[in-house]
């Protein structure tokens, strides 16, 4: 079990420490892994937004008279925006490709522009149009820096716990038992977030980037550091008692008592 124990450890930190070190040391590789998620994200985002904006009536008289013939016609509205939406759909693939060349000048502008938050201003469907390339740019620079953002926090949040139980199963040999309980919640957590990365990308994308998903997922984290800890500080007085209710429960005969 020492063994198993410390392979777990091992295998944790190189996996998850390595893609830590990667967001860093190499250029856009969240963009790569993720660039379907960033893709359909963008698009995503861009016909929320066209679902929003309207007519400004106050843009041009003839608009204005318009409006008032049709009375708000919602199916003209909608028309136009549909019309967008397939601009979108024509426009966003040449469009990321610029964005995801690393030594292209607009990577800067409109990283510029999203830290500066220009995606507070109003929109019509009259200028939106013309505006459109701007804002998938915009959109692009906005989700690529939050995922890498939160590929760094999910990474980075990995390596330690599992840099921890590594540490710990040296540390505390007399404790290898106890280890076992957060040893094999880590191991399922990973086993889980490794299919959806290899089966289900989109998903696991999602779940990582700004979701409640993603904060539940370190509130579980959370809970198996604090099992560490509690194996470090507390000599392992509560993962003892859950661990012996569990052997209870399967009506096995052992026991653990704390170390």
Request: glycine content about 4%; charged content about 20%; overall charge positive.
């Amino acid at each position: 079990m020492k063994a198993l124990l410390r392979t777990i450890g091992i295998v944790g930190v190189l996996l998850f420490g390595s893609s830590f070190i990667f967001t860093y040391t190499t250029p856009g590789f969240v963009e790569d892994i993720a660039k379907d998620f960033i893709k359909d994200k963008v698009q995503e985002e861009t016909h929320e937004k066209i679902d929003k904006i309207s007519l400004n009536k106050s843009y041009n008289p003839l608009l204005k008279l318009a409006s008032k013939l049709v009375n708000g016609n919602e199916q003209i509205i909608s028309r136009l925006k549909e019309k967008l939406k397939n601009d979108t759909h024509l426009k966003l693939a040449s469009t990321i490709a610029e964005m995801r060349n690393l030594n292209c000048e607009c990577r800067k502008k409109y990283e510029n522009r999203f830290k500066a938050n220009i995606d507070s201003k109003i929109w019509s469907l009259e200028n939106f149009s013309i505006l459109l390339l701007d804002f998938i740019k915009f959109k692009y620079m906005e989700v690529a820096s939050k995922l890498k953002t939160d590929v760094r926090i999910f990474t980075g949040s990995n390596t330690l716990v599992f840099a921890v139980l590594l540490l710990v199963s040296f540390f505390k040999p007399g404790a290898i038992a106890h280890l076992f309980l957060p040893g094999v919640l880590l191991v399922i957590s990973t086993i889980i977030c490794s299919y959806f990365y290899i089966f289900e990308q989109n998903w696991f994308f999602t779940i990582i980037y700004s979701s409640y998903l993603g904060w539940s997922y370190l509130v579980y984290l959370g809970i198996v550091f604090s099992l560490l800890c509690d194996i470090v500080f507390n000599k392992a007085r509560i993962t003892t008692k859950l661990l012996n209710g569990f052997l209870q429960l399967v009506g096995s005969a052992l026991s653990l008592v704390s170390c």
